[in-house]
């Protein structure tokens, strides 16, 4: 049996705050180093598990930055990505370097969401910067590093951001024809107007600046299709489709989200209907990389959780939950993520995500999924196996909706075991299938699993750690107070030894920064100022057996159903019901209403005791005599003491 990287990280005493170096590759071997200076050799697979399991360091340059960035920092380095991959086409389209940059500096000015973290000196050389950043350390180099910088507050007032809205409303978004300067300006002035009628000598922040910050609130989309015609906005928001030469696994990862053709019940016996499940297709190997269900229509979560599915890395507890055998490791950063038009490819996450993990994603015409041969092959071979299972929708004997109420009455798996019968079908049996020929890219007539081990020596993009997967996925933030117990989020809390060492340091009710993962309730970044803990602060959740599910659905479980309010509505009324009658009962009886309830517990406690009196008469004895041999024996008189002679009549008188 294969030792995991687990068991071999505690075999060796490696520790993931001191990861092992790279030092070399050659003919499948890598040769590492560790903290100490001692050399350490691995093989290729070997090496890529263990740097998605934390224990070793990528060749080059660091992109683990050492902080959780914010939305800020977000929209910054999409700025810059934005920037320089759309000199790239302008210059590949015939431009020269002047002109490109004059048009690319326009686009960025204009651009609703890009506009506000553009530079104030942008010049080529700032493009240039990035471009060389963006070569030697990918992605995550462009993140600015202003973690400690900025204004926690916005430097414009309630006043000022009133007239804005009231510029917005009135002009800028009915119309293309109005630039942002013009629009700006007469914010300024309305302001600074408003500013000497209320005799206020010192107006705040007014300028373009504060303008753009107000703009950069609302939503791309809905600027755009305000300022723009139908047609217009619509080639605006659409990407183009592209075509990408496969050579290697992560070259081009498809993913798509449909429904699955099985029913299922819930722990009571109940039909609830078909699961919605959301596959990622690597299109080299054919291998499903990320696999999720979810009882809810397709939305951006449910993406989200593919997406992270494919970059981590499986660990012993998910093998040995669903029994599988193929314990075979397959996570990385697709380099092209090709999905549709539907409304859970896009979102409030998403784009952040894929910015910068530093993928490209293409988004094929609506109505054409030959666009997705890969995965749309993957789920014909997914529904014959959901064929083969109880509930399932359709039959070789009965296609289409001919056998839907008899799935309905034969549905008998729940959710969780739907996952488990699905994830050992995908590691044990369709991992090990052969591919045809015709359905395989590189024209390999063999499995997905012997395709990884033959493709993964040539693999020039490793994988990431799981600091990076944090960076990419957490981009929710809120601030929190410390407890005694940890951290409440969201009706989940948090605990670990290194969280109440900073808790001993800052004291309770100190007010913290929480990032998170929304698709994920597993763990938290705490963010705080104290320099002997790691900040970062990874946090997990106090409940060990917790499931990789969303804060939503931590929401949807704790929130009763109809049917179970209505039960503690009626089981409430009920007892109103029984109080009034025993209300009723004392009234009945002459004592429903007390006028002195100073004498009634008087009365009442000399009930008890008269009670307690009686009840202890009428007791008899346990035994005549008592156990204790000294209280049996008879008590001795005391001798009486004479006197020698009698008294006298004096002492009489």
């Not at 204009?110 to 240039?128: C, D, E, I, M």
């Not at 075509?243 to 819930?266: G, M, Q, S, W």
């Not at 006028?595 to 009840?615: D, G, H, I, P």
């Amino acid at each position: 049996m294969s030792v995991s990287v687990t068991e071999l990280a505690e075999m060796h005493g490696w520790r993931r705050d001191d990861k092992l170096s790279f030092v070399s590759r050659a003919g499948g071997t890598v040769a590492l180093e560790d903290v100490s200076g001692n050399p350490v050799e691995v093989t290729e697979i070997v090496y890529r598990d263990l740097i998605s399991a934390g224990y070793a360091r990528k060749p080059g340059s660091e992109t683990d930055l050492g902080f959780i960035p914010d939305r800020k920092a977000r929209r910054k380095q999409q700025m810059s990505l934005f920037a320089v991959r759309r000199d790239e086409e302008l210059r590949a389209n015939g431009n020269a370097p002047c002109r490109a940059f004059e048009i690319l500096k326009g686009e960025l000015l204009a651009h609703p969401q890009y506009g506000p973290s553009v530079p104030r000196k942008f010049n080529p050389k700032t493009l240039s910067t990035w471009k060389e950043k963006l070569k030697n350390g990918g992605p995550g180099a462009l993140m600015p590093r202003s973690d400690k910088q900025g204004h926690p507050y916005a430097r414009h007032d309630e006043l000022y951001e009133g007239f804005v809205y009231d510029v917005l409303e009135d002009l800028y978004l009915k119309s293309d024809r109005i630039s942002i300067s013009l629009a700006a300006n007469k914010a300024e002035d309305l302001y600074r107007d408003k500013c000497e009628e209320l005799r206020i000598e010192e107006p705040n922040a007014c300028a373009m600046k504060s303008f753009k910050s107000v703009l950069a609130t609302l939503r791309a989309d809905d600027v755009i299709k305000a300022r723009n015609d139908t047609e217009t906005s619509r080639k605006l928001r659409l990407q183009a489709v592209f075509y990408a030469r496969i050579n290697y696994p992560f070259d081009l990862v498809e993913i798509d989200t449909t429904p699955a053709n099985v029913h299922l019940r819930d722990r009571n016996g109940n039909c609830i209907g078909r699961p919605t499940v959301s596959v990622a297709v690597d299109a080299a190997t054919g291998a499903a990389l990320g696999l999720r269900f979810s009882l809810n229509a397709p939305r951006e979560i449910l993406t989200v959780q593919t997406l992270k599915d494919v970059m981590s890395l499986r660990d012993d507890d998910f093998f040995d939950r669903h029994g599988i055998e193929n314990r075979i490791q397959m996570n990385g950063v697709p380099q092209i993520l090709s999905c549709d038009q539907g409304s859970e490819n896009s979102g409030e996450w998403l784009p952040g995500i894929i910015a910068y993990s530093g993928m490209e994603l293409g988004k094929n015409c609506p109505g054409c999924p030959d666009k997705k041969p890969f995965v749309e092959r993957f789920n014909r071979e997914l529904s014959r196996f959901f064929e083969s299972l109880p509930g399932a929708t359709t039959s070789p004997t009965m296609p289409n909706k001919t056998r839907t109420d008899k799935a309905m009455v034969e549905a008998c798996m729940t959710l969780e075991e739907l996952e488990t019968e699905t994830y050992k079908w995908l590691y044990d049996t369709y991992l090990k299938k052969e591919r045809r020929l015709i359905h395989s890219p590189l024209r390999v007539p063999e499995s997905p699993t012997d395709s990884w081990k033959r493709l993964v020596q040539g693999m020039a993009r490793l994988p990431i750690g799981p600091e990076e997967i944090a960076q990419i996925f957490m981009v929710e933030e809120e601030e929190r107070k410390l407890q005694h117990y940890g951290i409440d989020l969201r009706g989940v809390q948090y605990h670990s030894p290194e969280l109440k060492e900073l808790i001993s340091t800052l004291g309770r009710k100190a007010t913290v920064d929480v990032r998170y993962d929304p698709t994920d309730i597993r763990a938290i970044a705490v963010i705080h100022d104290v320099a002997e803990i790691e900040n970062p602060l990874i946090v997990p959740a106090k409940s060990k057996e917790i499931a990789p599910i969303s804060f939503d659905d931590v929401k949807r479980i704790k929130t009763l159903s109809p049917e179970a309010k209505k039960q503690d509505r009626k089981a409430r009324s009920k007892a109103y019901d029984i109080a009034s009658a025993a209300q009723k009962l004392a009234e009945d009886r002459g004592t429903g209403k007390i006028s002195n309830v100073r004498e009634a517990k008087k009365k009442e406690r000399m009930r008890q005791k008269t009670a307690e009196m009686k009840e202890r008469a009428r007791t008899p004895p346990l035994q005549p005599t008592s156990a204790m041999a000294s209280v049996n024996q008879p008590t001795p008189r005391m001798p009486v003491r004479r006197r020698e002679r009698p008294p006298q009549m004096d002492i009489l008188e």
